[in-house]
């Protein structure tokens, strides 16, 4: 090979490296673009799966529970903490009491954390709710066997969807437990 013929070599690769290096850049940016659309994509899934466990929630809280009040997506914050409920029902007549209800689309050990975290710091974000017993339920479109144990043995109700309607997925012998 002679100087010219490596002088020519070494100058194509150096422009093919360029060319590579560009196209690289344009692969990372369109992968950022993708992972941005993907993530909001899952927050929109997760608004559908709200909306559609909304209407049988707020069934079973007014029939099964006599819930009074119930309120969908309820964001607060303070003391410069947020919290967000997907679904919060109460009642101040005889039944003093407050239903936490958090929904997923794929129920995973995080939305279990999640829902004990809610409970766990509830009375700080709502005083106005100190004398009431407050429960939680975890309703899902797709809940493992063992996530629903673990539910259950947390004393939270389950909720699953079964043609289009959620509904509680407890034994008859199941106690809640009251936060």
Do not use: W
């Not at 947020?82 to 679904?87: F, G, L, Y």
């Not at 709710?129 to 479109?141: C, N, S």
């Amino acid at each position: 090979m002679t100087d010219d013929e490596l002088t020519t070599l070494v100058a194509s690769l150096a422009v093919a490296q360029k060319k590579t290096d560009e196209q690289q850049k344009k692969t990372d940016k369109q992968l950022k673009e993708l992972g941005k659309q993907i993530g909001g994509l899952g927050r929109k899934f997760g608004s559908f799966t709200e909306g559609l466990a909304l209407p049988s929630m707020q069934a079973i809280l007014q029939k099964q529970f006599k819930m009074e009040v119930i309120s969908p997506s309820v964001r607060i914050h303070k003391a410069g903490k947020d919290m967000e409920i997907d679904v919060l029902a109460y009642a101040n007549s005889t039944v003093n009491e407050v239903y936490v209800v958090e929904v997923k689309s794929h129920l995973r050990e995080e939305g279990i954390i999640q829902l004990q975290d809610i409970m766990t710091n509830f009375r700080q974000f709502f005083p106005e709710h100190q004398d009431k017993k407050v429960f939680g339920i975890l309703a899902a479109v797709d809940m493992s066997a063992a996530l629903k144990a673990r539910i259950l043995s947390l004393g939270f109700y389950a909720a699953k969807i079964r043609e289009d309607i959620f509904s509680l997925d407890v034994p008859s012998s199941f106690k809640a437990k009251a936060y």
